[in-house]
């Protein structure tokens, strides 16, 4: 089933702008919504990234959709593009989170290949940045990674379902520590 991504930061009757296309009005919608991006097959999450930019976590399309103010159509920028999962460099498989550094590399945890991937603004190509790409309840990896972010140090915090607990990484490192477990809550 196609789904639809509606943008909004109010209700209210009038749409007063689509997306920031002029920046200075409001971002708001009326009751039936303004539809910025379509064609998604189960969007779960989205980042805003450089130049306000919306990047979508398009689960079962197993890619990152990256859509620019003002625009019609939406550019693949990690994942497949004919939505077949994959654990290449290129490919994902169930990503369900997409975030940014402040450096401006995206981060996604590929869920079902239990790691975590980082890429740069101008390559499609991903590097693991935590986990094995097989799960596991070690340091070294991870199991079901559902969420990731970043802190201004570049640590990486990683909510590892499959374990029950989150995970930070330090940048370059082989191995995470725990920094928190369903028993710390």
């Known amino acids: 089933m196609k789904r639809m991504l ?12 689509i997306i920031g296309c002029i920046r200075s009005r409001d ?24 130049n306000d930019s919306i990047y979508v976590c398009d689960k079962d399309g197993h890619n990152i959709e990256k859509w620019d103010q003002c625009s019609s159509n939406g550019v693949v920028v990690a994942g497949s593009n004919t939505s077949d999962p994959g654990s290449t460099s290129i490919l994902l498989n169930h990503p369900e989170d997409v975030t940014f550094d402040t ?67 330090v940048p370059n490192a082989t191995n995470g520590t725990i920094w928190l477990t369903d028993n710390d809550i």
């Open 6 to 17: 509606f943008l909004f930061t109010e209700a209210t009757t009038t749409v007063t702008d």
């Open 27 to 50: 971002l708001r919608w009326n009751q039936t919504g303004v539809v910025v991006a379509t064609g998604f097959k189960k969007p779960l999450a989205l980042s805003i990234g450089a």
């Open 103 to 169: 450096n401006g590399y995206m981060y996604v945890p590929d869920t079902d290949n239990d790691r975590v991937q980082r890429f740069s603004s101008d390559s499609n190509n991903g590097t693991t940045v935590a986990g094995t790409g097989t799960a596991t309840n070690t340091l070294t990896g991870l199991n079901k990674p559902q969420a990731v972010a970043v802190d201004s140090n570049s640590n990486i915090y990683i909510a590892d379902e499959g374990n029950k607990r989150i995970m930070k990484w």
